[in-house]
């Protein structure tokens, strides 16, 4: 091999004409161009499993009662959340404790573009197709305004900065009643009509009837699909390969042209446009929220999400996301078996918010000493494993 | 060497006059100035603390010097950002390692590829025909650097997880991959045994010789130094002691004097 091929450019790869997958028949594993070892689901395990998945997963609100279905819709919402955050914190390196206020600031422009104005409250009213985007834009454009400052400084110092950003958006979501309804008040969350279509009603499809929570349940499935695959393709390219030099080694990916600051804004503007969309979708889950919803509890439970789901990696913030919002309720469902626990907060020497604040703590830092790289790091041990088998190497 | 006369007359690519580099009170470069022709090979050496690493640092953006111009291709260099610079072309390797640990080794060759990626963040997060072709294409430059280095083995392996000499490979990979006209090699053999400083010489070499990329390694092993260098620039405490060809440079009385002491 000489070094002048290096110039000329080889035909690598024999690609065999007509076959997208790049597999050859019977050698599954074998790939035979660039694009299929690429591509996100590069073995048939892969593409086997996430289709069951994604069947399961549409076929579950047919068998769930309508308020687990709208828990599950929860998963999909804070785990369009948590891979907001984990582009920033997980592979762009930059901490952020203020993931709470970008989705703030989504629910309150989602509720002002798409909510029911009256003398108290501003609302334009608007169709779904233009409140989702927006909730999703304005606070990117605050990220944009703020990621110039975060940029200039690192580690703690970020963290603290961002918290400011969770202190200073909770005094303005109080003071702010015209928009966000005030302490104790709040407001409706912007009307669900995508498109015209009313996504409050129950629809009969083919003989079933959906609930209302179905119906929300797979509209946020749907955008959830769509920006997780974004995220997965922002990371396997050059803007994710940028965000990873930057959190590895910030001096070395300077000297490779990659711009610091532009890299830095540009993780910070996309993570606060997931929070924002997620911000939205939330309220229309959970119904009416005072502005103190927002608050620095809802930043660590995004980073739960991503600690315990796995830094780094996309499926890694929705097993968290699952985890995060699954577990409370496991718990409370616990209560009535386990004799100590209660589920109200008055009696019993356990409540079950005290036992699931408890449970978080622990399991962080179990994470952080023992798997690093979350559940998504037990999961590719157990994969590792079975490989293996029945080999332990 | 014989081609190093021819090399030196070259219209310079790289012209560095009265560069002075001050950190507070102690002045770390004082007034050095140097040029590298097209397809060169510029040596630096000197002892310890003697301000190679600065100098380098200087040229990639790093360190911002004072005084001085650094005119490269025309322009000059100094004031620019590290990463505007490596867009014009100018690659480094380092001295103690500074791979992406934990990327593998393809993702840290596609991160040199960086400059030559020219798709939008919209591009990306839809991954369209756009971007699909351009990571695929230079994919393919990507593993021609693989197999001009020899790590096909070890292209999905994490960085973090390689021994030093292949990590010092991988560098100059990542290096490669930006396609530089200036390439920056400090101490690329350094703590090698003597095949993987062999190896290292002959990718020097060969990336010379068959890619025409202008050089300036700084280096301790005086071996590789005499056998491949065209120019050597001899620096003490910061300050120029010689320039010349490898032969007359080590017959210098400056240069012995730097590194022996007095002679008796």
């Known amino acids: ?393 | 060497m014989t081609a190093a006369p021819d090399a030196a007359l070259a219209e310079p690519l790289l012209d560095v006059a009265g560069l002075t580099l001050r950190f507070g009170g102690t002045t770390a470069i004082r007034d050095v100035g140097f040029g590298a022709g097209e397809g060169s090979l510029l040596a630096i050496i000197g002892p310890n603390g003697a301000g190679k690493t600065s100098i380098l640092n200087c040229l990639s953006g790093v360190y911002r010097p004072q005084e001085g111009t650094i005119r490269y291709r025309g322009e000059d260099l100094r004031g620019m950002r590290p990463d505007v610079i490596a867009r014009l072309g100018v690659a480094r390797m380092f001295q103690n390692i500074e791979l992406f640990e934990n990327l593998t080794v393809l993702d840290n060759l596609m991160l040199g590829r960086h400059r030559h990626l020219r798709y939008g963040t919209l591009a990306a997060l839809l991954y369209g025909g756009k971007a699909r072709r351009a990571e695929t294409e230079n994919r393919r430059v990507v593993e021609d650097i693989i197999d001009f280095l020899e790590i096909q083995a070890i292209r999905g392996s994490l960085v973090g997880m390689l021994p030093y000499g292949l990590k010092k490979r991988v560098e100059l990979g990542r290096a490669l991959a930006m396609e530089p006209t200036l390439l920056l090699l400090d101490e690329p053999v350094a703590g090698m045994n003597v095949e993987e400083t062999e190896d290292m010489a002959r990718f020097i070499l060969d990336i010379r010789g068959e890619l025409g990329v202008t050089m300036i390694m700084i280096e301790h092993e005086m071996g590789l130094v005499m056998d491949i260098a065209d120019q050597v620039l001899v620096l003490d405490f910061g300050r120029r002691i010689a320039l010349g060809p490898p032969a007359q440079v080590q017959r210098d009385p400056a240069v012995v004097k730097a590194y022996l002491g007095e002679a008796s």
């Open chain 1, 1 to 393: 091999m000489t070094a002048g091929t290096v110039t000329r450019g080889r035909s690598t790869g024999t690609v065999i004409r007509g076959r997208s997958t790049g597999a050859v028949r019977g050698r599954p594993l074998l790939r035979t161009s660039y694009a299929a070892e690429q591509a996100i689901w590069n073995t048939p395990a892969k593409r086997a499993w996430t289709l069951a998945l994604v069947v399961a997963v549409l076929a579950l609100p047919f068998f769930l009662s309508r308020d687990l279905t709208s828990l599950m819709t929860t998963v999909f919402i804070m785990a369009i959340a948590g891979i907001g955050l984990n582009l920033v914190t997980g592979y762009a390196g930059q901490v952020s404790l203020g993931h709470a206020f970008f989705m703030g600031l989504g629910a309150y422009t989602a509720a002002v573009f798409g909510g029911a104005g009256d003398d108290e409250l501003v609302g334009l009213g608007l169709d779904m197709a233009v409140w989702l985007p927006m909730a999703g834009v304005v606070p990117a454009l605050v990220g944009l305004v703020v990621a110039p400052l975060a940029a200039r400084v690192r580690g703690l110092y970020l963290a603290i900065l961002t918290l400011g950003l969770v202190f200073i958006g909770e005094h303005v979501f109080k003071e702010a009643r015209s928009i966000t309804g005030g302490v104790g008040v709040g407001r409706a969350p912007a009307e669900p009509v995508l498109f015209g279509l009313d996504l409050r009603a129950r629809y009969h499809v083919f003989g079933y009837i959906l609930s209302r929570e179905a119906v929300f349940y797979f509209v946020c499935f749907a955008i959830f699909v769509v920006m997780a695959m974004a995220a997965r393709n922002l990371v396997r390219s050059k803007p994710g390969r940028a965000f990873a030099a930057v959190r590895d080694r910030d001096v070395a990916a300077a000297l490779m042209g990659v711009s610091l600051r532009r890299t830095k804004t540009l993780a910070f503007t996309i993570s606060s446009f997931y929070a924002g969309v997620a911000g939205a979708l939330l309220v229309v889950v959970i119904g009416r929220v005072t502005p103190t919803s927002w608050d620095l509890f809802l930043s660590i439970d995004l980073l739960a999400v991503i600690l315990i789901g796995g830094i780094a990696t996309i499926s890694g913030s929705i097993l968290g996301a699952a985890f995060v919002v699954l577990t409370p309720r496991l718990v409370s469902e616990l209560a009535d078996v386990v004799p100590f626990i209660s589920t109200s907060p008055s009696s019993g020497f356990l409540s079950v918010f005290q036992l699931q604040t408890m449970l978080f703590g622990a399991l962080i830092v179990l994470f952080l000493v023992l798997e690093p790289r979350g559940l998504y790091g037990l999961w590719v041990r157990v994969r590792n494993y079975w490989k293996a088998w029945p080999f332990s190497y």
